[in-house]
Each structure stands twice: as structure tokens, then as C-alpha cells.
């Protein structure tokens, strides 16, 4: 949860998350699942 009094809900969040997707691809039309940390790597 935010500290500085400021909330977004997790409706919220995917929304603007998945404009932000739409402007990178015009094929994006939903958001499957989230994470809050996601690590890649390669060994």
C-alpha cells in the first residue's frame, strides 16, 4: 500500500497499466496477471 496517502486500486492499476500496453501495441487487449517484482535473468 502507498505511503504518501495516495491509493490505487487493483482495477485502477490494470487500467492504466494496460493503456500504457495499448500505446506499445494495438494487438494488447487485456492483462492476464500481475506481479509487484518480476526478475529475469540468464545464467
Known sequence: MAT???HVDSAQS???NLQVL???GA???EI???A???VI???
Open 14 to 16: 490494470k487500467a492504466m
Open 36 to 38: 509487484s517484482h518480476v
Open 32 to 34: 492476464m496477471d500481475t
Open 4 to 6: 504518501d496517502g495516495v
Open 41 to 43: 535473468f540468464r545464467t
Open 22 to 24: 495499448k500505446r506499445q
Open 27 to 29: 494487438d494488447v487487449m
